[in-house]
């Protein structure tokens, strides 16, 4: 694990053919009450996990995962991180909570067939990855996570229940694949998202004022200029309608 700030711990994806997504872990050590911040493509679980062993951290500490949204490239292996860690609850939004508790899979994996190339080249069966929930979020709710307060923002338009996560003091923002680096953004072709909203919620996003990017992919920025998010916004507006 990277330490980006105290209660800020990074864990780089690693991808494949198909992409893995970064997770976070969130929490002052000394809370005993970690976040992991999604949970990353099928098959790569278990790196994770030995990292953060390997960072000392007890498993026992981890009481949760986080979603930023229900992609097959961040809940791919959350099967993996549940088996070593079967105590941690589920918290997604709302919206994608109802779908991945009733084994509606469109979200999870898109579109149709990157499902067919998913299931036939990892062995999964249809419903494989349906989750019971233990928390919907609905975005507004200031969370007291590991002795730090992070904001939950309803950010649809890369899917329809992604969050960000936004922890004032020291600025920082967890995206999802809402935003990336490079001047950088999600996706807007899959089910459930939505060009209009997205824009909306980018510019919801330009409303905080942000110093660390710790986005699901690429690159995480630690100095990120002023108005960076509004420039983004800005420059794929015309795409976004
Ligand atoms: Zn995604
Ligand atoms: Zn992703």
Redesign the pocket.
Known sequence: MTKITEGVYFIPGQDELIPDSHIYVVGKPSSQDLSLIDAGLIGKGSYKIQSILQDGIDLAAIKRVIMT?T?F??IGCLSEIQKQIPWAELWVHDLEAEPLEQGDERTVYGMKMFQGMCQMQYGLRPGALTFKVNRKLRGGESLDIGGMVWEIIHIPG??MGSIGLYHLPKRILIP??VVYADYAI?RFDLHGADPSELKKSLMRLAERDVDILLP?HNRIVEKLPTGYILKTARQWESYLV
């Open positions: 949204h992609h490239d961040h890369h899917s999802g694949d999600g699901g």
